[in-house]
């Protein structure tokens, strides 16, 4: 159920003045049911004793003093805090209002904040841990995310991202392990998730086959060729083929040492720090250059930006090659990134949780990458909570990411446009 009413707004990247806001009431129904989630535990499944929070290792330069909270006392003001900005966001719909994001972002710290510190009674939360492990399973999630970005700013569904990733962490693993040089093996994965775009892009630009049925091929394709050659090839020979070596971690001198945010994000591999470098070329390249006026010109308006000279299909065709190999970099992370060996399906639908994050985020590479460390911390949390010996069911904390998944397209993107052109191949007349 939406409502709309007249407002001027210019978005990112927006050429003209957009004057329709549309409200939604997906965000307060999901606001409501967690709040509700809230004070089921505080009501049904009450936990004495004080959750300690530890912000810092014992290697750590500088320490930062533990947070010590009473569970329960700190649940029920978490609930009523929750209550407020679901009324909050209530009164805004009503009014015809748009729910900032920030709410968004304050009310999800805020239920999670209530869920560690409950499912955390009586133990210590090892936060650098936890944030830590986050990030690194996000990696192959931000790196799939600005594939997609990049591939539906330019009209073309990406469907195949988990083939990209996949096709990524096998060609590393066997190149690294054959040549002892982890660098070969992440040039070798990105010049693999290329091919995998390349593919993708030549069926549904040149001969206008449907993009969401080329995308589920490919990676039915590649899973496929991966499984075999795993079994037939790496199987018998792992000790030759994939034994890949990894990437070893680099501290940056000073960064590191920050409380809190050194350990977690200046702590990291090499392929940690191209993935920063990635999202702010990918963010300033799509809406501050050349380049990026073009990508979103064909995505958008195809028929008018090839009035203007630019080549339509040739500017689709180079940039889903180029999402291709940006998702086959985050595909190293399972392999070389690890120092694991390949193995069967390991990607194990990341590509999938990448381009719900692209949704979640709006298209918009700084949101999606927001979005997938999200994932990343909901995938993390099931391993937090199992040792410290959290009352949660072990089956519940595994579907934990795609239920946050779920949620977060389906509940809390209230507004959500896809690139006009999206999915539609162009013709010229």
Known sequence: MTTTA??????????????????????????????????????????????????????????????????????????ALLAVATLSSILRVRSKRRIPLWLVVVFAILFMFGFLTWAGAGSSLPMIGLLFGSLSLAVPLIFGSLAGVIGERAGVVNIAIEGQLLAGAFTAAVVASV???????????????????MVLA?????????????????????????????SQVLAPNAATLNTPPRFDRFPIPLLGDIPIIGPVFFR??????????????????????????????????????????????????????????????????????????????????????????????????????LAALLFGFASNLQNTLSVIG???????????????????VAGFVGRSRAPAADGKPYIKS
């Open 6 to 79: 007249e407002r001027p707004q210019l978005s990112p990247g927006a050429t003209s003045l957009d004057t329709t806001v549309v409200t939604s009431w997906k965000a307060p129904i999901a606001f409501g049911i967690f709040t509700l989630i809230a004070l089921g535990l505080a009501v049904f499944a009450p936990r004495a004793g004080d959750t300690t929070y530890r912000w810092s290792q014992e290697s750590d330069v500088i320490q930062v003093p533990d947070l010590v909270v009473p569970a329960q006392q700190a649940l029920w003001a978490v609930v």
């Open 179 to 197: 040549t002892g040089q982890p660098w070969l093996g992440l040039i070798a994965a990105m010049v693999a998730g290329m091919l995998v775009g």
């Open 202 to 230: 030549v069926f549904s630009i040149k001969y206008f086959v449907d993009q969401i049925i080329v995308g589920v091929v490919l990676n039915v394709l590649v899973t496929g060729l991966t499984s075999f050659f795993f």
């Open 268 to 369: 990291q591999t090499v392929i940690v720090y191209l993935m920063y470098i990635a999202v702010a070329l990918v963010f300033f390249g799509l809406f501050y250059t050349r380049w990026g006026l073009r990508l979103r010109a064909v995505g958008e308006h195809p028929q008018a930006a090839d009035t203007v000279g630019i080549n339509v299909n040739r500017t689709r065709f180079w940039n889903v090659a180029l999402a291709g190999a940006i998702a086959g970099l985050g595909g190293t992370f399972y392999t070389i990134g690890s120092g694991i060996a390949f193995n069967k399906e390991m990607t194990a639908g990341a590509g999938f949780i990448a381009l719900a994050a692209v949704i979640f985020g709006q298209w918009d590479p700084i949101k999606a990458t």
């Open 390 to 408: 959290s009352p949660v069911p072990s089956e519940f904390m595994l579907m934990l990411p795609y239920v946050v998944t779920i949620f977060a």
